[in-house]
């Protein structure tokens, strides 16, 4: 993983087989890990989208919202069927995942300024989660936004909205990611970097795109879309 800050974004980013087994997807996670780039954003985003993937009867549905991030109103959308790539795996969700969003994010007719993710990126145990994957396939600024822990140790932040703890690896007390709370009085969500942003950029986007709910209008708006 690199943290130093890159004058522009390959023209060509690098690609892999989605046809893999378990053992062949760790070890591209592996590989790919040292890809990631946790930079500042290189100007203000003035779209945001947030991504979603269901899966009901052996089919999947990707649904992908763009948000203008100025009054969050939704500027476009795109959905995507078709069978599942991938089995589910704990740890392998982007293999799953990742197939059904880039055919949904080709009919995008607006392309976000950052991707938003149901799902991990650090916080993940080969610091590679679906946030990262998808920011490094597309080169594109990705954080995750999770609602359950995948790994990691954290003490329990506040109860006020706005409140947070640092999610840290077990063994060497890095930083993986914040345990953020969006709502008073609610279980707090798990925000953590993918590519091309940093875990402060990552966390100010979600606060600044929760309202009445928990979860972020981005995230919140693809999983009501790909639930349709």
Request: glycine residues 8%; positive net charge.
């Amino acid at each position: 993983m690199k943290t130093n800050p890159v004058a522009h974004q390959p023209s060509n980013p690098p690609r892999h087989s989605w046809a893999l087994s378990p053992k062949e997807a760790v070890a591209v996670q592996r590989a790919w890990a040292e890809r990631v780039e946790l930079v500042p954003l290189g100007e203000p985003p003035a779209t945001i989208a947030g991504l979603d993937v269901s899966v009901r009867d052996g089919q999947v549905q990707t649904a992908i919202v763009v948000l203008r991030l100025a009054d969050l109103e939704t500027i476009d959308e795109a959905i995507w069927r078709g069978p599942v790539p991938f089995p589910y795996i704990s740890g392998l969700l982007s293999f799953r995942e990742i197939p059904s969003i880039l055919p949904a994010y080709e009919k995008l007719c607006v392309e976000p300024d950052v991707l938003m993710l149901d799902g991990q990126g650090l916080a993940h145990p080969r610091r590679f989660g679906l946030a990262c994957h998808l920011g490094v396939w597309l080169g594109k600024p990705a954080f995750g936004v999770a609602k359950t822990r995948l790994t990691g140790v954290y003490e329990e932040p506040g109860t006020e909205k706005g409140s947070w703890s640092a999610l840290l690896d077990k063994k060497t007390s890095g930083r993986l990611g914040t345990v953020l709370r969006t709502r008073s009085n609610v279980k707090p969500i798990y925000v953590s970097p993918g590519h091309l942003i940093t875990l402060q950029e990552a966390e100010t986007l979600t606060l600044n795109t929760t309202t009445r709910y928990k979860i972020p209008e981005p995230t919140r708006r693809a999983h009501l879309l790909s639930q349709s």
